[in-house]
């Protein structure tokens, strides 16, 4: 197989459902980030052969990509801001609204001269903590989650970005009495409610973490409420809390909010909804 045969054989594997520019995007991302090899070989050297394991997995990814897999868990890498994270079925895919959230901290921050201490909970793939370590040295990060294994591909991901964050392993549920002073929390927790399924693409429904994405109808505040309680005890005066939200749950969150004493800003997103909220402590 040459790299012109692979590129054929995904047009006729993908063309009943996807546009042509699209499955050009597809192809060449699995040729530079599954296989490290540059996708302008396929214009200038269309004809060059691939090895047998190269061959095995385009063929192989195709047949993910035909099973509405994300193209982020079929190569193993999300692109978020400058950083490069490495995702599997463990961690949510990193979206452009939290990328939005993690530029809305950085330009509240970006004169800072003062080490402040800022924490990420339900850090996943780490693309919030790693982000803002990166880009403001003075941050000193911690990423929190419930599970081991997550944590540790936070960690790998914080090398492969050569930052530095610490890791703490808590279930965010339990947080409320957690000794833990900050100047700045930032999170981007499970919201979208079990009636939104429906509306849900089948990428995200067959593959990424449910327990990432989704709460409960009875209570769809939960996290915000227990990071809520932490911070009561644990955000230094004058802190921050950076909230990406669920557009549907804006009044219902802002109400919840308004029983503790913070300052509240909204904002919208890229594509025009309520998306993030910022509250500065009173």
């Excluded at 932490?230 to 230094?236: H, I, T």
Aim: aromatic share 10%; proline share 5%; glycine share 4%.
């Amino acid at each position: 197989m040459t790299l012109r045969d692979g590129h054929e054989l995904f047009i006729e594997g993908l063309n009943n459902f996807l546009e042509q520019a699209e499955i050009d995007f597809i192809y060449k991302s699995i040729l530079k980030n599954g296989l490290n090899l540059d996708p302008i070989q396929l214009s200038i050297k269309p004809f060059t052969k691939l090895n047998f394991s190269e061959e095995i997995f385009i063929k192989e990814s195709l047949l993910k990509i035909i099973a509405h897999e994300p193209l982020q868990y079929v190569v193993g890498i999300a692109h978020f801001r400058d950083i490069i994270l490495k995702v599997d079925k463990r961690v949510l895919i990193p979206r452009t609204e939290t990328e939005e959230l993690v530029n809305w901290v950085l330009d509240d921050f970006e004169t800072l001269d003062k080490q402040l201490k800022l924490i990420d909970m339900g850090t996943g793939s780490g693309c919030i903590g790693i982000a803002l370590a990166k880009a403001q040295p003075f941050f000193s990060v911690y990423a929190l989650d419930r599970d081991n294994d997550i944590l540790e591909l936070t960690l790998e991901n914080a090398k492969l970005n050569r930052v530095q964050i610490k890791c703490v392993k808590k279930d965010m549920t339990l947080i409320k009495d957690f000794n833990f002073k900050v100047n700045v929390i930032v999170s981007n927790p499970p919201y979208v409610m079990i009636n939104e399924k429906k509306q849900m693409k089948p990428n995200v429904l067959l593959y990424e973490p449910h327990k990432a994405i989704f709460v409960s109808d009875a209570d769809p505040l939960l996290f915000y409420r227990m990071i809520l309680e932490f911070a009561s005890k644990n955000l230094k005066p004058k802190g921050y809390i950076y909230f990406e939200i669920n557009p549907l749950l804006v009044k219902q969150l802002k109400e919840l909010i308004a029983t503790f004493s913070y300052t509240v800003l909204e904002r919208l997103d890229i594509f025009g909804k309520p998306r993030m909220l910022r509250l500065k402590k009173k």
